[in-house]
C-alpha cells in the first residue's frame, strides 16, 4: 500500500508545510508559561482554529500541537501521567480538522526536543530518552499521524533518541527531521548542517532540514550546505518570521508575508522540498508563500 506521504511525494514536486503554532496559540490567549499541549485538551476549539486556518491557507503538511508533549516537558506543569492523552488528543485534534476540509493534507506529529542535556553534559540518560520519546511518539501513532515530525533540535543525539524511540513503536513510519542552525551557522549544540544531514539520512530519516531561528536567511544557508553534501535528500525549511525582537517587552517578529513569499522562492530555489514556517509566521504568510510559489 503507498503511504500518504509516498503519494504527496509523488504529486508534489513542492509541498507546503503550515505556519507556527506557538505563537498564535500565544495570540489567541495562552498565558506566558502556559504550556500550549494542555490545550488539546482544555481549549481544543482554539487549537482546531488553527489547523483550520492553515488548511484554508493550502497547507499540505501540518504540524501537531505536541511541540512540548514529552514527559520531559508536562513535568514541568504536572502533567507527565497525561503524555498519552494530550498527544492521541492532538493527533485527533488535526486529523478531524484535515478530514472536515475534505483535502489531502497530511498530519505530522510533532515531536520536540526534551529542554534537557543529554549525558555526559546533563542528567538525561540516552536510554530515558528513548523511552521518553518512544512513549510520546506511541500515542501521536495512536491517535492517526501519518509521519513523525522531530523539530528544533540542537543535538544530534537527541535527533537519534527520537528516531530510536518512534521506531520502537513504528518500523516504517516516515520520521522528518529538522534542527534550528541559530548560532553562526550551527545550531546551539555546536552541529554543522552538514553533519546533520550525513547523520540524519544514515539513521533513516525521510526529509531533513531547518526550522524556527533567526529567519530565511539562516536556512537558507543550511539548505545549501545539506544540499551540498546530500543532493538526493527531502529538504526541509520551516523558518522563524524573522529575527525575533523585544518591543515594549512583548517579541515581535519583523518578516511580513510578502518577505516570507520572497524567501520561500529562495529556498525552493536553493533546493527545498518542503517549505513553510515558524514561530511568527501566520496563515497569512503561508498564504503568501502558496501564491509566489506558484501552488
Ligand atoms: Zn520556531
Known sequence: MTSKWQTLLD???????????????????????ESPVIWNIEQPDRVRAV????????????????????????ARHGWAARVAE?????????????ARAGVNALAAGDIGPSGELLTPLGALSFDDAVAGFEEQARALIEGGVDVIWAMTLAD????????????RVSHDIPILVSMTFDTRGRTMMGVKPEDAARKLIEWGAAAIGGNCGNGPAEILEAIQKMRAVAPHAILIAKPNAGKPEIVEGKTIFPATPQVMAESAVALRDAGA???????????????????????
Open 273 to 295: 522540498r518542503i517549505i513553510g514556517g515558524c514561530c511568527g509566521t501566520t496563515p497569512a504568510h503561508i498564504r503568501a508563500m502558496r501564491a509566489a510559489l506558484g501552488l
Open 156 to 167: 544530534l543525539e537527541e535527533a537519534r533518541a527520537i528516531i530510536e524511540g518512534v521506531r
Open 51 to 74: 489547523h483550520r486556518a492553515y488548511l484554508e491557507a493550502g497547507a499540505q503538511i501540518l504540524i501537531t500541537n505536541t511541540f512540548v508533549g514529552s514527559r520531559f516537558r508536562l
Open 86 to 98: 494530550v498527544n492521541r488528543r492532538g493527533a485527533e485534534l488535526l486529523r478531524e480538522e484535515i
Open 11 to 33: 504529486t508534489s514536486p513542492i509541498i507546503l508545510a503550515d505556519g507556527a503554532m506557538g505563537t498564535m496559540l500565544q495570540a489567541a490567549g495562552l498565558a506566558p508559561g
